[in-house]
C-alpha cells in the first residue's frame, strides 16, 4: 500500500506520496545512472581502507556528475515526484503544487523537497548505497593527499 508522509518547509506542509512501482523504478533507473559511475570514481580514489585518498578521482568523480546533469533528466525528475506531492490551499484541501507559481523565488525550497521526496520513494536505496559508500566517503575529511 503506498503510504503518504507530511514534510515541512518553512512552516508550509507537503504531503508527499510514494510513487507507484513502475514509476519508482524508472525514477531509479536514471538515478543509478547519474551518480553509478561517479559514487565508482570516488571509491576507486581511495586505496585500501587505511589508503590515501586520490583527491584527484574524487575530483573527476565530481566532475562525471556535473557532466551527467542534464536539464531535461532533472526536469523530469523533479517533474515526476511534485505529479506525488499536495500542498493544502487557503481553503484547507489538498492541491497539486504548481512548482512555478508556488516556488518563485524559491529554488532552495524545490530542492530540499525534491530530496524529501527521493528519500520519502527510495529511502532503502539510499539507505545500502549509505552502508556501502558512507564509511569511504567519510575516509575524505580525514585521508591525505598523494
Known amino acids: 500500500m503506498r503510504e503518504n508522509v507530511i514534510k515541512n518547509i518553512n512552516g508550509i506542509e507537503y504531503e508527499i506520496w510514494q510513487l507507484p512501482p513502475r514509476t519508482a523504478m524508472s525514477i531509479l533507473t536514471k538515478l543509478a545512472k547519474l551518480i553509478g559511475e561517479p559514487i565508482g570514481k570516488a571509491i576507486g580514489g581511495i586505496k585500501g581502507l587505511d589508503g590515501d585518498i586520490s583527491f584527484d578521482l574524487v575530483g573527476e568523480a565530481i566532475g562525471v556528475l556535473t557532466n551527467k546533469l542534464e536539464e ?15 500542498i493544502r490551499d487557503e481553503k484547507g484541501a489538498l492541491v497539486a503544487v504548481n512548482i512555478d507559481l508556488h516556488f518563485h523565488g ?5 530542492l530540499t523537497l525534491t530530496g524529501m521526496a527521493l528519500e520519502v ?26
Open 72 to 86: 531535461a533528466e532533472v526536469q523530469f525528475i523533479i517533474d515526476t515526484l511534485f505529479k506525488y506531492i499536495k
Open 121 to 146: 520513494n527510495f529511502s532503502d536505496f539510499f539507505a545500502v548505497l549509505k552502508a556501502k559508500v558512507g564509511p569511504v566517503l567519510s575516509m575524505i575529511g580525514t585521508g591525505s593527499e598523494e
Open 106 to 110: 524559491k529554488v532552495m525550497d524545490i
